[in-house]
């Protein structure tokens, strides 16, 4: 080890505090091949405050007066610090002096718990970022922070792309990446290297009866937590790329479609143990305030009796998504299962009730099982279960009854988003939350049971590439606020 004499080293330490203030901020990344900076990573030039939400709200002869005391408020809430443009959670928004049409975004951000901002396209909301460790909020359904970042929030809340495809949110303390294409109202959004948009339409949020505008600033959004941004770069795309980017993509946008209406059971059929096809026995499902609700009233279930139920869609499907929200309430009734409490599913690539003998309890499928926490014991939700079937996993077939998922557990009354992918006789992939927690291949009947054996030859095969939905009904009250799917391309 060197040692420098004490006083050498005392006049070094002054001239570094010295010239420290004349030292350049921490570099940003150089722009990636064909992109430009629009932030420097030094100052404020380029950007100037522009909330315009709070415009609108004025009448004309005010708005002038509004733009130009936000560009003056800009700098009290946005600075640079080691080269980072870093806002206090309040104030104007951060609006590029430049406006943009077709072009694609590079940007990273980092933010806080409980934190709430967005990135504006040619003026629009929103690419959506959220704190999504929050929980589901019954008072707020449409809000959905569970899912994650990088949605197009602000599209009507059944629409494509308003939700992001995947939870691909960085914990907190660590630095997100986000790539975003805007051409046309098409944008494409994705989240640390995962793809949460694709091609869906940018809603008009001004006038949904118009277009996006063709041009308009970027705007990096601030709403009541700390968000720091960094490496913002943009590349512009030409007329000729836009063309080959749109070409044919007004046929292949896929859109969640509602398959419960809100309203009543249309489109729906249920098969309950002991009852014919079409008997709703003792009005085990039913409509009320908006949600499908699953009960036992007593006058007709004073024991439960074994009287499994399933709700059938009446449309058989291959591919798709289908997402719901449940969630457990009440007390099990009387004479139900211990398996049972607080159990219901998805039935997946299921039999016809018509194919279902009358004292059938469960239909062959491949079940999406529905847990809800018990107070002491784990009990992951979205585990896979399967009535006269098998599936393969990890490469091999795999015949257990039940595997659990690596959900957590839910308790209480809580709302619980599911999503499943279904890909024909491929890959099936489970979701809470916006969080995978499950995935396997090839279902199939299973020809031990002779049930199954049957329909396998009435069909010609083994495998399952499409079938029936149905809901459960096992003994527990459960509410659907909604069911949803989205039909794939083969």
Sequence with gaps: MIRLPARLAVRLLVLAVALAPLMPAAAQ????????????GQDLTGWHGLNPHLVVKLPEEKREANRKQQRAEFADHWRVENGELVNDGHGPYATTDQEYGNIELMLEYKTVARADSGIYLRGTPQVQIWDSNQSFDSKRPTRRPELGSGGLFNNSPSAYGRDPLEKADKAFGQWNSVKIRQVGDRTWVWLNGIAVVEAAIMENYWDRSQPLPAMGPLMLQTHGGEIRWRNIFVRQIDDHESESLLAGLADKT???TALFNGKDLEGWTPKIRHHAVGENYGDTFRVEDGLLKVRYDSAAYPQFDERFGHLFFNQPFSHYRLRVVYRFVGEQNAGGPGWALRNSGLMLHGESPQTMDIDQDFPASIEVQLLGGNGTDDRTTANLCTPGTNVVKDGTLFTPHCTSSSSQTYAGEQWVTVEVEVNGSDVIRHKVN????????QPQLDKRDPHAAMLAEKQGGILLDKGTISLQSESHPCDFQSVEIMVLDP
Excluded at 29 to 40: T, Y
């Design 254 to 256: 896929p859109q969640w």
């Design 29 to 40: 990344s150089d722009p990636p091949k064909g992109f430009e900076a629009i932030f420097n």
């Design 434 to 441: 916006g969080q995978p927690v499950l995935q396997y291949t």
